[in-house]
């Protein structure tokens, strides 16, 4: 990524548009670009290392502005920061509905396609002070601070309109560039495709059976794991090899009504999770995202929706059939994978 | 890819599962599976070597059998092969159908979700009998006989009621796991979400408008080249940065209607498109995926499907965002990236 001042386009706002062929949302983000022509192919660059990272604890100087720290107090050393992203996917300076700009404006370009303005946030959560330390080596109760302090985030910006979404990518060819345990939060003006597939599938699984389908019990031989208010599993129909969900046990539609008590199970239970990832797959890459509800989701929505963290180890590349059809080919049976989750030991 | 014989799960067949929270259809292929336990994370591997190349001329025997080759005389050397695939993802043998077998029957396994079982053909198309001659590199008017080939391929198989997909992975981290030149067809049970979206995207543009929006006359910013029968673009709303679509500029269903003068003028514009692709972005990795109407199609869809060549240079990388949300972020401005590429000089 190029340093803003050698960008062309820097002063354009971010855009988010949407095709009439593939109705499917993309965010233009000039902040994130280096000139068009300066685009060529290259081989995947290794993330930063630790003598220069400015992720690590003295370094704050080097981090676009901080939003908060755990502890709180600013003069003593933190364990979780949480700052605004450097090279920001959206802007938080192009007004908002709240202060009367131009969010949710839909500018209507006629043959071309849509266009919302890329109104939004996008920040990082800086995981631990130290550069060699990965989430699964933190202590349970920390790893549950560090979805405490997502849930912090989140509930700063409830006012605004936005679909808030956290993820997480570990390694290079997960696409991370830092290597520095953190993991990213973005609010965005739109309603992502796979999430309002996913409200449309599950309300579809309601009004035949008026259930929760994330409520049903899972069968067996898709389990891993199970504590006081989680379940870990690999899902029937798994998208990609290892991919697991961890599912809160009642029903529960957003993320954020963690509490603390939750948090610290959830914390064990990710950890856990991870490290048998790691001690199984050989330390993949990987990724997480946390599958959680619009704000917006009126009461009778909330009944199917049932927020999830979903894990995928990066194990099987992507090609042509994947990307042109959305389709998905597996060559692990989920209840295969499942058995050899619940069964690895970790030391 | 393990050989055939170590592969534990080799005597089940392929299942097609449908999972009712993401409503995504994912292909279970023993096939292609290691032993779920033989999974690890492992760095990309180089393609194979024509030292070792079964798509090289003179080592047909270590291929899958052929079902057509370009010339069609058996005994004189060929310019195209049209294989089956060794690991498909899809079953030919698992009854269909055509021959009162279960393609298309759905078990419902309750709240599990849904399984169609995995019929459906994989085959390769060896687009040069030299390793190291890419499509680029052919005459216009062989990169259309390769286009043919396909063509003819899907019409060998028109009877089954299946949806065929042509797609190309060029470069290891496009998924290649075979350097020398070659495509894939893809016929499966199920209508892909891709697909289908894009069916309802373009039918409520023609429900508005009474126009297909591919028909439209592309602004001109957008557009890249274009020939007697074809126009290349970047879209609107392009996913990833530099994609390229080719369009029919005349409204056309399905691919297979590509009759032979229109073949080479399509083959000189796909020669072009990826010589300036490979010039201007220093030879990337590159997918590309025929999007072309399902057989199935009714007359009145007819009207608002129309085919056309998606072509995906790997450049940015994919991460948690994406997986999660299905969003992209794009770094480059359609209309500068379309600048870009009508002004590049190829050689
Ligand atoms: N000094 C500093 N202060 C504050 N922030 C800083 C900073 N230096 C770097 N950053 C930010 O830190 C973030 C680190 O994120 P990751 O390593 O998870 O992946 P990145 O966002 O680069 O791209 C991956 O994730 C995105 C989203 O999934 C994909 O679009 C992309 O292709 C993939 O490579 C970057 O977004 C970067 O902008
Ligand atoms: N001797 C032989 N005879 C006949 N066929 C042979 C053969 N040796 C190998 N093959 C087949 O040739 C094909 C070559 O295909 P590619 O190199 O385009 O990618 P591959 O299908 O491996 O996976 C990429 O494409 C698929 C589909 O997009 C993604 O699922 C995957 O993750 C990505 O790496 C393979 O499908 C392989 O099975």
Redesign the interface.
Known sequence: MASPSSTQ?QS?SP?I??????????????A???R??D????S?QNPNSSSSCPFCIGNEHECAPEIFRVPPDPKSDWKIRVIQNLYP?LSRDIGSKKDGGPDGEMRC?G???RVVTGFGFHDVVIESPVHSVQLQDLEPREVGEVLLACKKRIEQIKEYDLIK?V???HGA????SMSHSHS?L?A?P?I????S??I???K??FDQTGKC??C????KDLQIDVTTHFISIV?????F??EIWIIPRNHSSHFHELDNEKAVDLGGLLKLTLRKISV??????F???I?TAPLQAIDTQLAYIHWFL?I????A?????E????????????E??A??MREVNVP
Do not use: H
């Open positions: 386009t354009r855009e548009r949407k095709d009439p062929v593939n109705n499917r949302w993309v965010i233009f983000s000039p994130r670009a280096k068009p022509t685009f060529k192919a290259k995947p996917a370009t043959d071309l396609g979404y993820f997480k990518n060819s997960a696409g991370a990213q973005l965005l739109v992502p495709p796979t999430i597939a996913r449309n599938s599950t579809e699984y389908c994330l049903e019990v899972q069968p899902p029937f129909a798994a998208t090899p290892f199984q797959l050989n330390n993949p890459p990724n997480f995202m599958q979903q995928v180890p990066q194990l590349g992507v090609g042509g059939f990307i042109g059809t959305g389709c998905y080919i597996n060559p692990v049976f989920s295969d994978a058995k050899v």
